[in-house]
Structures are given as C-alpha cells and as structure tokens.
C-alpha cells in the first residue's frame, strides 16, 4: 500500500506496478543473506518505492563520507564495491520510469511524474557523490535529456516518439503552432502533475546546464533552445520563468559557442528582456545573469541589445545586490563592443544608475 510522505506526497507507483524487470520485489531485509547482486536489486527496489521526495536524502546516505541520519537500513550488508551497481540499478529503475508507457504506447503518466520527482530530489543533493552519478546515469539514459526538455517546455511525449523524431523539434513545433500557449493552464494549476513534471525538469535542467560538457551539447542542441524560447516567451508561471533563464546563464557561462546558438532565439532574447520587468527579484536577477554571460561574447552584443530595453537594465539596477553585478556587467560588455557602444551611452538614466552603483554598490559590482 502506498504510504504517506512527509509533505503529503505518497510512495511512488514503482511498489505496486510492473517496473524494471531487473529491480527485483524484495525488500532491503529479505535481500539480506543474498548474493550481492540480488541484495542491490533488493535495496534499489525497496529504495524506488519510498515517497519521490525522499530519494535524493536516501541516496545520499550511501555513501561511505555521509554523516547525519546514519546509512540506509539494508546497505549495511553491501559490499563497498556494490555500490556502483546500486547507483546503476537506481538509474535504470528512474529512466524506466520516466520512458514508461501504459497500454497501446499511451504515456504512463503517473510512473513518469513520479520519476521526474525522484529526480528532482537527486538533484538537490549537490554534494553527494551517489546522487550525482544516479542523476548523470539518467540523464545519459536514451531519449531522457530530449524527454525533460519536451516536460519542461509544456509537452509530455512517449520516448517512442522523440526517438522517431530525431530530436525533439518537430513535436515541440506541432505543439506551439496548435496551442499557441501551451503552458499557461498547466501554471495556474499548482496541484497539476503535468505543472509539477514542469518545475521538476526545470531543476534538473538547470542542475545539469551546471556542468560545462553538458552544458555545451544544451547550448548547441535545437531542442533545448527552442524549449527555452517556447517558456520564455510564454506568460507561463514566473517559478518555471526563472529557471528558464537560470538555465540560460548556465548554459551561456563559459562557452562562446553555447552562446551563439541560445543569441540565435530571438524569441528567447526577447523573452529573457521582458522578464526584467518580472515584479519578482529572482525572475529579474536569473534575466540579468543570463543576458550578462550571453554578452561576455563580444558578437553577440549587437544581437542582444536589438531586442533588448537598455531603460529596463537602468531601472532594475539597483534591485537587488545580484542585480547591481549583473547589470553593471552586462552594461559593460555591451559598452565594449563598438558596435553598440554609442547607442548604450545614450540610454536615458542609465548613467545616474552606474553612479549610484559606484557610490553605493557591493565592492564586485562596483569594480
């Protein structure tokens, strides 16, 4: 029987449903006295059926440098060395998840949210070395990456769909042209699952675009930059708004190339422009951050100031100390391109903005 989580959410479907046929149905205790091989499925299985929001701690007990709660009950009796095969199994259990169909190759949806939540709560866990490799196992699982770029952009395919694709655009295209604002109903549902998958492939997104390898295959991947435009553009919920553009900053740190291909997205620039005027201070600090680290590519600067308010960037300046930094560096790059230097310095306030931010900011954002 499904039990109850801490936050009311309930034990994932993967106890009582038919999941991964190498996870196994026993439990961590009935694993013990096993060889090692049948004591991981065990514990992996036991492990998949706790409540979504609890994986990420759980996992992050295994490992041997954990401290707090104490190791999970049943990994005790697991050799060091089966560890890996226990991230391994957890991985193949969540990506099977996330890819589960139901009858005549319908989406299982209720497998696939509670995967995305699992995953989710991996995520969050930055500095457990378990975690991390379960949620780069999955992440390198066929079809997953193009799968949480379709969840985060409003559209929930079967896997068997996307790999037809190729992909990915085509049904992202199909989706924007018949609902010209796909996520709009989903973001004023907060209790809808389709709304949570959203918010949960945000996070892992954003979580991903934080390592630079990664970072470049999103950056240069047609998907995902499409998949950015599509919530960036949309008056979707200002949560799944600001991770969008928290993706774009990461994705656009280090990589002139990333970079490139996100200044591509009109619609994406444009998006992240009008997301200044968010009321929000996250919504307007995640805007700044992306458009900072887009600008850091000199020939880019023209492209981005096209679609871009200088006015906005003056006024929001001294929002927030993130603010302050972020503006006063995207100010200066787009200063240092010649080809759009003039046209900056002569935005009305901007230079009073600058002063202040010399006066009174934060020491790095006045430097």
Avoid at 109 to 133: F, G, I, Y
Avoid at 186 to 208: K, M, Y
Wanted: proline residues 7%; neutral net charge; contains cysteine.
């Amino acid at each position: 029987r499904p039990e109850a989580g801490p936050s009311g959410s309930q034990a994932g479907p993967f106890g009582s449903q038919a999941g991964p046929s190498h996870l196994g149905t026993g439990s961590a205790q009935e694993g013990m006295g096993q060889d090692p091989a049948s004591a991981v499925d065990a514990l992996a299985a036991t492990l998949l059926r706790k409540p979504p929001g609890e994986m990420g701690s759980l996992v992050a007990r295994l490992s041997p440098a954990a401290s707090g709660a104490g190791p999970v009950p049943g990994s005790e009796q697991l050799p060091p060395e089966a560890l890996e095969a226990l991230e391994e199994s957890l991985a193949a259990g969540i990506a099977g998840g996330l890819r589960a169909e139901g009858p005549r190759g319908a989406v299982d949806r209720e497998v696939r949210w509670d995967a995305m939540e699992r995953m989710r709560a991996l995520c969050r866990h930055k500095t457990s070395r378990p975690a991390q490799r379960v949620v780069a196992l999955v992440a390198a699982a066929p079809g997953v990456m193009a799968l949480l770029w379709c969840l985060f952009a409003g559209h929930s395919p079967p896997v068997a769909a996307l790999m037809r694709d190729g992909d990915g655009t085509e049904i992202l295209s199909h989706r924007a042209s018949s609902d010209p604002a796909p996520i709009s109903h989903a973001a004023e549902e907060a209790r809808d699952p389709a709304f949570r998958a959203q918010i949960s492939a945000a996070t892992c997104l954003r979580h991903l675009a934080l390592d630079q390898e990664r970072a470049e295959a999103m950056g240069n991947t047609p998907l995902a930059v499409r998949a950015l435009a599509i919530v960036l553009e949309v008056e979707s919920g200002e949560d799944i708004r600001q991770k969008a553009a928290a993706c774009v900053a990461n994705i656009a740190l280090d990589l002139d190339s990333a970079r490139a291909s996100l200044c591509a997205s009109r619609s994406l620039l444009a998006g992240l422009g009008r997301l200044l005027a968010s009321p929000s201070h996250g919504c307007v600090d995640s805007a700044l951050a992306a458009l900072s680290n887009l600008s850091l590519d000199v020939r880019q600067a023209k492209t981005i100031l096209a679609v871009l308010d200088m006015r906005r960037v003056a006024s929001v300046m001294h929002s927030s100390p993130k603010a302050q930094l972020r503006a006063a560096g995207l100010t200066r790059n787009l200063l240092f391109s010649s080809e759009t230097r003039s046209m900056v310095a002569a935005t009305p306030g901007l230079k009073v903005a600058l002063m202040g931010v010399k006066t009174e900011g934060e020491p790095d954002a006045k430097e």
